[in-house]
């Protein structure tokens, strides 16, 4: 079966006057048809840098320094074009994390919708607007003939979002870049937009990579899970698995820090330190001033990714025996 997606040691970096800042680091990973699969971490970990390389949305500032990608089976040129970016709108399309940066403030959402018909199917202008108000209909907003011949002001926080995911799904896509979807949103809408994409997705076949720092999102959503840390793939594999046995250190402290969806409460212990500065040449592993387990060899040799079972491997020396449980003395809390 080939993948959607496949994305094979991508570096970049920003560039601000002398300074290097690697943002992502030989990232590899690979989306299969219509399939979810999450990249994990937290805040500066590069996961928007991972989106907008590929959506060709880089800022002037950021440079693709290493790696190549294949999108339905083709190479894909990464980084920042603007025109290739609105080509790629048709097979690759991105939800972003506030749904206003995505809406033209000037154009009724309707307006917005259709245009996406007109210069992309060469729709008349009659067809283009019924299909966008099927469009609103289809991702649930209510009264859709009315709601479409307003401005996204006029509209709630919840209801943009679904705007925008219309938008990112209207041309049928491949596959749909999901940047923290539903971070800007009322807790008690975030459910309903995260399952109005996981339903559309599916009745499109599309695959989505969501991209989130909440490993709580992920359990729901996503089947496959990759866990980044200072722009570096930690650990990959099933999340239930995962959640189960975790391979890394980074990952077991993540899930010491995430509130467990079933179960008693427990006390959350967040992860002691910070991430390491990213204009730093990283010698080693990325995670040893935080480790634990850190040993010499963590700090002069950069771990590979250490198969510990199917589909599963993390990017640390001891992977194998974290995973076996033998060091939970040391990296739980008691
Ligand atoms: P968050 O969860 O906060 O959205 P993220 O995982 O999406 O974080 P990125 O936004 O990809 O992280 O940023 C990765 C690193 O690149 C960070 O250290 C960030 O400060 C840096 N960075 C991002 N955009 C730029 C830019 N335009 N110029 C310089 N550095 C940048
Ligand atoms: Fe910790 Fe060493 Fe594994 Fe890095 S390689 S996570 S420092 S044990
Ligand atoms: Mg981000």
């Known amino acids: 079966e080939r993948a ?3 994305v094979d040691h991508l570096s970049v970096a920003y560039r601000s006057g002398e300074e290097v800042l690697g943002a992502v680091r030989e990232v590899s990973f690979h989306v299969g048809r219509g399939e979810t699969v999450a990249l994990v971490g937290e805040s500066g970990s590069g996961k928007s840098t991972i989106g907008f390389a590929l959506m060709g949305l880089l800022p002037d500032a950021g440079e693709v320094t290493d ?16 025109e290739l970016a609105t080509i790629r709108g048709r097979q690759m399309s991105m939800v972003f994390q506030d749904p206003l940066t995505a809406l033209n403030p000037v154009l009724t959402v309707g307006r ?19 299909r966008a108000v099927d469009l609103l209909r289809m991702v649930k907003i209510p009264d859709p003939e009315r709601r479409a011949k307003q401005y996204p002001q006029q509209l709630s926080g919840g209801m943009r979002q ?20 539903t971070t800007a949103l009322d807790v008690t809408v975030q459910a309903h937009v995260m399952a109005l994409l996981e339903d559309l997705a599916k009745q499109t076949g599309a695959g989505t990579l969501l991209i989130t720092h909440d490993l709580g999102v992920v359990a729901s959503y996503a089947k496959r899970v990759y866990i980044l840390y200072a722009g570096q793939v930690m650990e990959r594999g099933p999340i239930r698995s995962i959640y189960e046995r975790p391979a890394h250190p980074y990952t077991v402290g993540l899930l010491e820090s995430v509130p467990r969806v079933t179960g008693e409460q427990q006390d959350l212990q967040p992860i002691p330190g910070s991430p390491p500065n990213l ?10 001033p935080r480790c634990p387990l850190a040993t010499e060899r963590c700090r002069a040799e950069t771990p590979a990714m250490t198969p510990v079972a199917e589909g599963r491997a993390a990017a640390c020396h001891y992977a194998k025996e974290v995973f076996a449980g033998d060091h939970d003395d040391r990296l739980r809390a008691p």
């Open 4 to 6: 959607a997606l496949a």
């Open 67 to 82: 790696g190549s990608v294949q999108f339905l089976g083709r190479p894909l040129e990464i980084g920042s074009d603007a």
């Open 112 to 130: 917005q919708l259709a245009e996406l018909f007109t210069v992309h199917q060469k729709a008349s202008r009659r067809e283009a607007w019924r």
């Open 162 to 181: 679904r705007v925008v995911i219309a938008m990112a799904l209207a041309l049928g896509p491949s596959l749909v870049i999901a940047d923290e979807p």
């Open 279 to 288: 204009s730093d040449a990283v010698t080693g592993c990325p995670f040893h």
